[in-house]
Nanobody, 124 residues
Framework: VQLQACGGGLVQPGGSLRLSCAAS????????MAWYRQAPGKQRELVAA???????VYAESVKGRFTISRDNAKNTVYLQMNSLKPEDTAVYYC???????????????????WGQGTLVTVSS
């Protein structure tokens, strides 16, 4: 599976961004998809995940602000980020895996495929 993430950039606090991750090389609909992020000096953490069946999982810190979605016809997963805060600044990565169970999705090393990352900077 090849993953290509885009949509990062510089945004002011309170603003919005939408990240996209296009997948190829596999049956997209069969894969669970996720967005992780990694800030300088911190561990990579799960932001949100969506299973092949559409069930979503979110980090507590982004609940109510971020929404993950997928378009199987376009082989793309999205992360809509609203009410952004400076602490959301990080490199955001998309990930894919076809075999994980939901309880394993919060561990980044369990995911098989990764995109290259896109930088999100929230600053005034």
């Amino acid at each position: 599976v090849q993953l290509q993430a885009c949509g990062g950039g510089l945004v002011q606090p309170g603003g919005s961004l939408r990240l996209s991750c296009a997948a190829s090389g596999s049956i997209f609909s069969a894969n669970h998809m996720a967005w992780y992020r990694q800030a300088p000096g911190k561990q990579r953490e799960l932001v949100a995940a969506i299973t092949s069946g559409g069930t979503t999982v979110y980090a507590e810190s982004v609940k109510g602000r971020f929404t993950i979605s997928r378009d199987n016809a376009k082989n793309t997963v999205y992360l809509q980020m609203n009410s952004l805060k400076p602490e959301d600044t990080a490199v955001y990565y998309c990930a894919a895996d076809s075999t994980l169970i939901q309880s394993s999705m919060r561990t980044w090393s369990n995911w098989d495929y990764w995109g290259q990352g896109t930088l999100v900077t929230v600053s005034s």
